[in-house]
């Protein structure tokens, strides 16, 4: 009887670990979404960053946001899949300090320039809202995948507006509505019943 209880209780604790260290890959690897998107942000304030430089990361970042949700999808993370989405971060941030150290410059007063860094700077906002979330428990692993999912759709919207290096008012009330809605969704699911086992 003492074994079998043993058994459980060592069970038990293999579990609690395996959730606390799927949490921590999660919240790791939006935290690192953080850091870019301010990069990003900082690099179209400083005219280091064109729009349409801004843009062409937004849409890698979009890619990196889906392969967090598709990881998230069964309400964990592996290290394998956090080895795989650190390697897309990777290869991001290197393309961010490559664009950001090239030839081109932008101008950061230009109102196209202005959108644009208010748009990346309210993505920034909002993972980081997703990853206190992770972090204190009131997101779910897989309510973090959805609010990833629909992180990725808002960097698309602002990837494909920046396409050819201007960002339109129309284009960037298309890009806040956007933003309004998953503000909204990160709100919501951060305050339901549901808590990170």
């Known amino acids: 009887m003492r074994n079998r209880l043993t058994a459980i209780a060592g069970g038990l604790a293999a579990c609690v670990l395996a959730t ?28 280091e960053l064109t729009t349409k430089e801004a843009g062409k990361l937004e849409r890698e970042e979009s890619h990196i946001d889906k392969m967090e949700s598709n990881a998230l999808k069964d309400g964990k993370m592996t290290n394998a899949e956090k080895s795989r989405i650190e390697r897309a971060e990777n290869q991001a ?8 150290h090239d030839a081109q410059t932008g101008d950061p007063n230009s109102a196209s320039s202005k959108r644009m860094q208010a748009d990346v700077q309210r993505n920034a906002n909002q993972e980081q809202r997703i990853e206190n979330g992770i972090r204190n428990g ?8 959805n ?16 396409a050819n290096g201007h960002v339109g008012a129309g284009e960037q009330r298309n890009i806040q509505a956007a933003e309004n809605h998953q503000s909204k969704r990160i709100h919501r699911e951060k305050h339901n019943d549901r808590k990170r086992d």
């Open 147 to 162: 609010l990833e999912r629909g992180q990725a759709r808002v960097d698309r919207k602002e990837g494909n507006a920046a």
């Open 93 to 100: 941030s290197k393309d961010i300090y490559r664009e950001k």
């Open 138 to 145: 009131s997101l779910t692993n897989r309510e973090a995948g």
């Open 20 to 47: 606390a260290a799927s949490a921590q890959n999660t919240a790791d690897v939006v935290q690192r979404d953080v850091n870019q998107q301010n990069r990003i942000e900082q690099g179209l304030k400083s005219g």
